[in-house]
């Protein structure tokens, strides 16, 4: 088995090859374009046999690669930068440079045998896409609605009580109120970013069904879920892409960062938060899990039994993450066709 590491940039990506021991055979630092892309195969290709790529998960800068790769059949991991960090530690080389990554990869591949393997989802890249634009709208204009709140407080216009400036209705009552004020340009600044603001919300209105729309034929078991709502499905299905990927529940578990971690010794055994795996997926779970303490009756039973056992409400919150993770991965299996149970409640 000889596993290739590759440490991808923007404008090139260096590899280095290792046996099955990780000792280095060789490296080679190729461009992005399609011709580097050939020449870094030919050149993978002197080590005939069992090869696996393992490809650092950098989520832009990598994707050309990736395709790249699975285009032409090639068998392929993405390796966690936390793991290639932890790779690069142990090593007895010092600094930090492409060959010292790539070959960091390379060995985190080889201790890691179970990482899921890549393949190409277009329909979950182009959700992912479409949540990946959204959010940096919404993020945009919380900046200006944060800008336009100073604004307004300099111009003693009171906010609306209860009402939130990303509301269309009370956008159009502000532009209003502010179109009768004698208050020069910080008026009009104000007045500019009301325009601004209102055009961003419906943008992002029009992505929320658009996005909702494209997932409700692609998972209808997984949105039969208590609490998991049309944009919470599309991040699941987004970040999971394939999940098929996964050779069983406990290993999904381990890449959304919901399995426990244990730092026990002695009599007394204790599990931690893992703060690994991939957080945006995590944030999903935590997401339903959430909402369905607040509408899901198993839910809040399974919370209740688990403090009354002695956790802590977040220890508790943690294991119902944890049972989630199980029932989305069935869920997920069964939107594929895949054979599996279907768990359409938790608790």
Sequence with gaps: MVVVGVDPHKHSHTA?????????????????????????????????????????????????????????????????PKLMARARASARTRGKSDPIDALAVARAALREPDLPEAHLDEQALQIRLLLDHREDLVAERTRM????GWHLHD??????????????????????????LAGGVRAE??????????????????LKRRIEAQVQPLVPHLLAIPGCGGLTAAKVLAETAGVDRFRSSA????????????????????????????????????????????IHRPAQALVQ???????????????????????????????????????????
């Design 16 to 80: 280095v090859a290792v046996d099955s021991n990780g000792r280095e055979l060789g490296q080679i630092t190729v461009g992005n374009t399609a011709a580097e892309l050939i020449r870094l195969l030919e050149w993978a290709q002197r080590w005939p046999g069992s090869r696996r790529w393992a490809v650092e998960d950098c989520r832009h800068v990598a994707g050309s690669l990736l395709r790249a790769l699975l285009g032409t059949g090639q068998a392929v991991v993405t390796v966690p």
């Design 145 to 148: 609605i944060n800008r336009l």
């Design 155 to 180: 111009l003693e216009v009171a906010l609306p009580r209860g009402q939130a400036l990303n509301r269309i209705t009370t956008l159009n009552r502000l532009r209003e109120q502010i179109g009768r």
């Design 189 to 206: 600044i104000a007045a500019e970013l009301i325009e601004r603001i209102i055009t961003v919300t419906r943008r992002v209105g029009q």
């Design 251 to 294: 290993a999904f578990a381990m890449h959304a960062g919901t399995a426990p971690i244990p730092v026990w010794t002695g009599n007394r055994a204790r599990f931690r938060l893992n703060r690994g795996g991939n957080r945006q997926l995590n944030a999903a779970l935590h997401r339903i899990a959430v909402t369905q303490l607040r």
């Design 305 to 347: 039994r688990r403090t009354a056992a002695g956790n802590s409400k977040t220890e508790a919150l943690r294991v119902l993450r944890r049972h989630l993770a199980d029932v989305v991965y069935h869920q997920l299996r069964a939107d594929t066709g895949s054979p599996g149970t279907c768990h359409p409640e938790a608790g």
